[in-house]
């Protein structure tokens, strides 16, 4: 895969306290396999689906266990993370882990949007990020930023990166898509009151399946809590889950779509 271009999501870690437990948990639900521990970097752990690489998972830190509770994270590519940082402050954003190389693979950097939506960026050296196509089962699919303060995060990401924004006409819910080129790369939901105030803002990841319901069926066997759905889209059949040790995520058969796309009004 080519590396992605500025503002495209471009790769996905998570860090679990039970690091087996993980790969059992994803390995049964998403199909993954697992590379080896890579303990020269705090045994980072690559994802795989047919060969090809989807995600990662870490423990935490040797002092940082039991610091919250585990949540994935999504990484937009930039060309220079040291100018998408300094852009991520002047925009009322924080930087939580300045631009740091690792080896020869990238330089990653950790921040917050200012309504609190935690995100990477990731300037790619030999690791480009997803090599498994975008949708594909087991593979990365889309994402959304979830947060309670809209206005904060439709000003931010637009200001960081290169996008248009684009409102979907639909009344009942408020919900933009950020495009980069011609391509939509990211949403961003309004968190209503059915949201309970002890989750904080976040995004959303979205994972392919073949089967959403066996997907969300294998889930709540291994202990995963079903949180909405599954339901039908004109995107597909999705439902949003949250495994065993607390990450959020949404699985979503794209094969299975019913009803008409929603029409939506680019914003400025």
Known sequence: MAVKPEGHPCWADAMFTDLEGAKSFYG??????FGESATEYGNYTQAYHDGKAVAAIV??????EGEGQSQWCLYLASP????????IRHNGGEVLVEPMAVADFGTMCLARDPSGVAFGVWQSGTHEGFQAETGTPGAFCWAEVFTREPEKSDAFFP???????????????DFRIFEAGDA???????MTEEFPPEIPPYINVYFAVPDCDEAVAKATGRGGVLRFGPMD?????FAALS???????????VTRTEGEMPGTTEVS
């Open 243 to 253: 495994d065993p040790q607390g990450a959020n995520f949404t699985v979503i058969d």
């Open 80 to 87: 220079d993370a040291a100018a998408t940082a300094e852009k």
């Open 159 to 173: 200001a960081v990166f290169p996008y248009r924004a684009k409102q979907l006409q639909d009344h009942g819910v």
């Open 184 to 190: 939509p790369v990211l949403g961003r939901m309004r």
């Open 59 to 64: 423990p935490p830190m040797p002092g940082q």
């Open 28 to 33: 049964d639900v998403l199909g993954w396999t």
């Open 233 to 237: 889209s004109p995107f597909g059949r």
